[in-house]
Every structure is written in C-alpha cells, then in structure tokens.
C-alpha cells in the first residue's frame, strides 16, 4: 500500500489518466483510483472532495500540459506556420490523451476559476497568432471560435470513428481543413 505520505495529487491525477485510458473516463472512480493506488479510499478525501474535483485538477493539468507544448512549438513563428503547428500539436495533444479529451471542453457548475484561467490562456495563445492577420476585434473573436471548431469537430468525428473512405486520409482531410481556414484567415475585413 502506498503510505499516506507518499501521495499527492500528482499521483491520484496520473492515476486517474492510466485508468481513463484502461476503463474510460466515465468508469473512473474513487474506489477504482484507490485500487489501483493500493489504498483505501477515504484516503482520496485528503486531496479532493469528490470526482468532479478530481476532473477539474486533471483538466487543469491537461491545459497546463497543452499550453507548453502549444508555446514551444509555435515559439518564434508567425503566420500562417504558427497556425499549422497550433493544430497540429492540439490534434496530437488530443489523440495521445483520447480518453480525457472531453476535460478540455468541459466546465464544472459552479466554474472553477483554476480552470478557467489555464483555459484562458490556451485561448490567448491562438488568440495572438490570429491577431497578428486580423485587427478587428469581432473578426478575431469569430476567426478564434471558427478555428477551435474546427479542430474540436475534426478531432471528436475522428474519435467516434468516421472518415472511413479510404480515397481521402484523414490527414488530407486534416490539412486541407487548416490550409482552407488559414486562405479564410487571410481575407481582408
């Protein structure tokens, strides 16, 4: 068992993505997570209140994670590239953590304002790659929703298992979506 002393929320929260990989997110439970931890489950109480606590700390880490490798790929770039690299390193970020995906699209009652603000800065960063193209502030705003979108649809139809014809891979699909948005983008107001 693991000693009282040795766990933190960094462990209950890695644990939680292993079983959401294993089970679904849907399946993960105090119970199970204490399982997995060797633990009694009361002990999960010292760290969160319920399950919906503990999504909002998993979600917070999913963003945190995100938001760096979002910033170091588009370090330094601009345009049309910065873009390119944006989805691609969201749709991987996404695929490689499938089983959790939804915790970046999802906004516990009453909203937790951690969350909030690592969800913020996600959204400023692709904010400040299309406001290097558009100045207007209404134009920004419906370019950002356009784009987040458009790789949220594409990722969860890709997840639910379409784009099935083989005459089109998904990643002709995938960069031609970005390409069109980016000529869209582009447009003058």
């Known amino acids: 068992m693991i000693k009282k002393r040795n766990l933190t929320k960094e462990k209950i929260i890695t644990t ?3 079983l959401a990989q294993e089970i679904g997110l ?3 439970s105090f119970p199970r997570i204490a399982e997995r931890l060797e633990i009694k489950p009361p002990s999960l109480y010292n760290h969160f209140k319920n ?4 999504k909002v700390a998993t979600a917070i880490y999913l963003y945190k994670e995100l938001n760096t490798q979002l910033e170091a790929a588009i370090e ?14 969201y749709r991987d970020f996404a695929y490689e953590n499938y089983a959790v995906y939804e915790l970046l699209n999802w906004m516990p009652s009453p909203r937790n304002n951690d969350l909030l603000t690592v969800a913020r800065e996600s959204l400023h960063i692709i904010k400040d790659l299309i406001a290097e ?3 207007n502030q209404k134009r920004l705003l419906i370019m950002s929703r356009i784009f987040r979108s458009q790789l949220h649809g594409f990722i969860t139809l890709k997840q639910l298992g379409y784009f099935q014809k083989a005459e089109v891979s998904d990643e ?11 000529i869209q983008l582009g447009r003058k107001e």
């Open 16 to 18: 939680v993505l292993i």
């Open 26 to 28: 849907h399946h993960v």
């Open 51 to 54: 399950m919906d606590d503990v």
């Open 76 to 89: 330094k770039k601009k345009g049309a590239e910065a873009i390119q690299l944006y989805a691609h390193v």
């Open 133 to 135: 193209q558009v100045s």
């Open 172 to 182: 002709e699909t995938f960069e031609t979506m970005i390409a069109e948005y980016i």
